[in-house]
C-alpha cells in the first residue's frame, strides 16, 4: 500500500459522475491533487476543465481509475481490460485515513439498518463517530473524520473493486441472490462481499453470519 504522499505522483481518471465522482473530484481538489481527468458517458455531466479528450488513449495512461459504484464491466466492454486499475472512493479513504478507526458493514440486506444501531450504540456510549458511505453521504464526505468511529455502509459495487480497504471492524450480514445482472454470477457477488476481510490483520475484528462461517475459513486471509 502506497502513502498518501505519492498520491500526488500518480494519474488518475474519475470515470462517472454521479454523487460519488463528484465526491472524489472535490478531494482531489483540496488535496492539491492536479494529475487527474474524468469522464461520463452522459456528456452534459463532464466538468471541461478536467475532461478527458481522448477515453481510451486516457484508459492506457493513467495510474488508476476510481470508478463509479453503479458502473458495471459486465456492461462496459471498454472498461474490462483495465480491471487491475479500477480503485474506489474506498481506498481513498483509507489511504488518507488517519487514526479513527472503521467500522464496515456489507450484506444484501440491513446494511443501513445496522450502520444506524451501530451509530446509536457509539452515540449511546459517548463515542465520537460518523457515518456514511452508501448510506447516503459518500465516505470521502463524510465530515469529522478525526472522530474515534467511521461507520461505513459498503456496498458489494464498492467492495468489488477495492484494493486498500481495511476495517477495524467488518461485518458480513447475509447474502441473497442480488445485483447478478452487475456482476456476471453468484459467485462473483459473493468474492466482493469477501474482500471486506482480505487485508485486514490479526487485530481486526471479523464478524460473518455463521451460515458463511464453512466458506470463511477456506478463504486464506
Known amino acids: 500500500m502506497f502513502q498518501f504522499q505519492e498520491l500526488k505522483e500518480r494519474s488518475f481518471l474519475v470515470y462517472g459522475l454521479g454523487s460519488t465522482g463528484h465526491s472524489v473530484v472535490k478531494f482531489f481538489q483540496k488535496n492539491k491533487i492536479k494529475n487527474f481527468k474524468i469522464w461520463d458517458d452522459n456528456k452534459k455531466n463532464i466538468l471541461k476543465k478536467y ?125 441473497s441472490n442480488d445485483h447478478l445482472d452487475w456482476h456476471g454470477n453468484r459467485n462473483a457477488y459473493l468474492e466482493s462481499k469477501l474482500k471486506i476481510f482480505s487485508l485486514q490483520k490479526k487485530n481486526n475484528i471479523a464478524i460473518i453470519n455463521k451460515k458463511f462461517k464453512k466458506i470463511f475459513k477456506k478463504k486464506k486471509f
Open 51 to 175: 475532461k478527458a479528450k481522448n477515453i481510451i488513449q486516457t484508459l492506457n495512461q493513467v495510474d488508476y481509475i476510481i470508478l463509479s459504484p453503479g458502473i458495471s464491466l459486465t456492461k462496459n466492454k471498454k472498461l474490462r481490460k483495465f480491471k487491475n486499475k479500477i480503485i474506489t472512493d474506498l481506498d481513498l479513504f483509507y489511504l488518507t485515513k488517519k487514526k479513527s478507526k472503521t467500522i464496515v458493514v456489507t450484506g444484501t440486506n440491513g446494511k443501513s439498518t445496522t450502520c444506524k444501531l451501530l451509530a446509536h450504540l457509539l452515540k449511546k456510549n459517548k463515542f465520537q463517530f460518523s457515518i456514511g458511505g452508501n448510506i447516503g453521504t459518500p465516505i470521502l464526505d463524510v465530515k469529522n473524520i478525526k472522530n474515534n468511529y467511521v461507520v461505513v455502509e459498503a456496498s458489494s459495487f464498492q467492495l468489488s473493486h477495492s484494493k486498500f480497504i481495511c476495517p477495524d471492524y467488518a461485518f458480513f450480514l447475509n447474502l
